[in-house]
């Protein structure tokens, strides 16, 4: 009899460990002040992954009143049990986005430009008027360069509505490139302020050789014909890799004009951006502000209705941090209006300089007598709040 209890005993441990293998293989459940939230998650990859490339991060982000997301990363420790502490930095893996996704493609992380290693990922939805919500996922495996001895199966069968486990690779260039959404203009300096130099027709590309030191943002490229000028971040899209990109000091701008406010309008619509101010006065890191800018019409015909681009770049290096876009409607011939609240969240480099930089009519789909006076620049610091 008690060889028989003994033998049970054995068995029952070896059941228990049987369970709770398993358990520790699915990785690290959301915040616990956060309940798992269907539409609030990383759905793939799952735990213990190995990404490559451009990989596909896809799952939920469709809270009410959301505002925006964004997905970061940061490592954890080989042996799986140590997770860093919140002195360990997030790095972005995808930029923020401010449209709703259920169960399809969150972002798309491009692992080539980051180490090899085990890492910890973290989805982040900021929501008006609230804290924002967390989805935490780790371990997956960034193994861009596999060892010699690894073997790398291609799947026979793909799961439904995923991605391929592995991606067929494909020829990486890391040079710098814009390429235009629209025909741009390539101006002499970074504003509308300076004269141009050339354009860059809609989905054409130029290698980025420079970015301004002034904080605007604006790339300094180089043309087909071999010449040189700047472009806006706004009209552009970017890729490769930023880090090596040198920074370049503008020319001097042009002089400004004997009477900014001509006394009499000339012709047509002729669109100004003015003052602005934002709700709170002091943004804050993670959380909402909004932007308020006049636009008046010194022109002599009444404008049509249409957008205003809002972009934050970070002022020591220039990136890109977050942008929006406000409306309005038409206006007519010495007409002032206040456009806002255009809402928008900044949640990277707190306790730095960033530059917001507010331009009317951006994509110049309004003809107008003027294009020099459509921007208007704002330098400030942005406070911690609640950011780790």
Known sequence: ?????????????????????????????????????????????????????????????????????????????????????????????????????????????????????????????????????????????????????????????LPVALPTLLPTPTAFDPSPRVTARLNANVRQGDSTFYGTVGALLNGTSAPIIGISTTGSGWFLIQLDDGKRGWISPTVVDVSGDLRQVPSVEPPPPPPPTATPIPPTPVSAVNLVAGNFRFDPSSPVCNQTFNVYIDVANFGTATSPGGFIGIQDVRRLDGTPQGSTVGSFGPIAPGQTVNIGPIPITISTWYNEEHTLTMTVDGANQIAETNETDNVRQAIYILQRGTCP
């Not at 759905?43 to 505002?67: C, D, H, I, K």
């Not at 925006?68 to 042996?79: G, H």
């Not at 180490?115 to 804290?131: A, F, P």
């Open 1 to 157: 009899m008690r060889h028989s209890r003994w033998l049970f005993a054995v068995l029952l441990v070896l059941l228990s460990a049987a369970l709770i293998a398993p358990t520790l293989a699915q990785g690290i459940e959301p915040d616990p002040a956060t309940p798992l939230d269907p539409n609030a998650n990383i759905s793939w990859p799952p735990p213990v992954y190995v990404l490559r490339g451009q990989f596909e991060l896809r799952g939920s982000a469709n809270l009410p009143n959301m505002t925006n997301y964004f997905i970061e990363y940061r490592p954890v420790s080989a042996d799986l049990v140590n997770l860093p502490d919140e002195s360990v930095p997030w790095q972005p893996a995808t930029l923020p986005s401010a449209s709703a996704v259920s169960n399809d493609v969150l972002g798309v992380w491009d692992t080539r430009l980051t180490d090899d290693g085990l890492y910890e990922l973290r989805l982040t939805i900021n929501v008006r008027g609230g804290q924002p919500v967390y989805f935490r996922l780790a371990p997956v495996r960034v193994e861009n360069n596999p060892p010699p001895f690894a073997v790398i199966a291609t799947p026979t069968q």
